[in-house]
């Protein structure tokens, strides 16, 4: 008996869900046919162009783009269609700042013929001050030559003198050395750095010994009057 009852409420639970699926099928199908319906009978307005006169864009609405309310493209309006365009030609004119500002870049960039005369001849003017200062300059090297070769020469005898002075007064040095210590001695040695500065010490104490006895002649020597104009 439950095995009955449990056919019996499948046998209707496949019929409910069997009525629900055509039921879903054919509303999906009324969908589809209306829309088709719909799509046939649509009919659109035609679009609103004004193909035959100029087309001039309103500057008071946000839609019309910022470079279309310039004065550029109210001049490439006015230029295509004239007086069609609604345009006042005297406000394309260029105000007095821009019209000195032409003219400044056109005196500038294209300067009149004098103009350009004048700029020429102070070119040519400054280029031969230049080549003449440079001459100056020149000649006056050339009239220093003879005295700068001169005293080239004079401080080349000096080195050569002094330098020859150098050499014999560290052989005379390295003799006196020999003579003290009684055996050569290597001049980089401490021995002869001692002795050589303890030499340079009695010559100066002469040359200044000789330096006094000098000024003391020289004051004692008499004075002799300047003789009498006759």
């Not at 020429?120 to 001050?129: T, Y």
């Not at 100066?204 to 006759?230: D, G, N, V």
Request: proline residues 6%; positive net charge; hydrophobic residues 35%.
């Amino acid at each position: 008996m439950a095995a009955s009852m449990l056919c019996r409420r499948t046998a209707v639970l496949c019929r409910v869900l069997k009525g629900i699926s055509s039921s879903k099928t054919v509303l999906s199908a009324n969908s589809q046919s209306g829309l088709l319906l719909q799509t046939a009978s649509y009919n659109p307005k035609p679009l609103r162009l004004n193909l035959h006169g100029p087309y001039i864009p309103d500057k008071d609405s946000e839609k019309t783009p910022e470079w279309q309310k310039t004065a550029r493209y109210d001049r490439k309006l006015f230029g295509r269609y004239g007086s069609a365009s609604g345009i006042d030609p005297a406000s394309l004119w260029p105000s007095h700042e821009q019209l000195d500002k032409i003219i400044a870049e056109e005196n500038e960039w294209n300067p009149p013929l004098e103009v350009m005369l004048k700029n020429i001849e102070a070119k040519e003017k400054q280029e031969a001050d230049k080549r003449l200062a440079k001459e100056k300059l020149i000649a006056a090297n050339m009239a220093k030559m003879p005295k700068m070769i001169a005293d080239w020469r004079r401080e080349k005898v000096e080195t050569k003198k002094k330098l020859k002075e150098e050499k014999a007064r560290r052989e005379r040095m390295l003799t006196q050395a020999r003579e003290r210590f009684g055996f050569a001695v290597d001049p980089r040695s401490h021995k002869f750095l001692e002795m050589v500065a303890e030499i340079e010490k009695e010559e100066q104490k002469k040359r200044k010994l000789m330096k006094r006895r000098l000024k003391e002649e020289q004051a004692a020597a008499p004075i002799t009057p300047p003789a009498a104009s006759s």
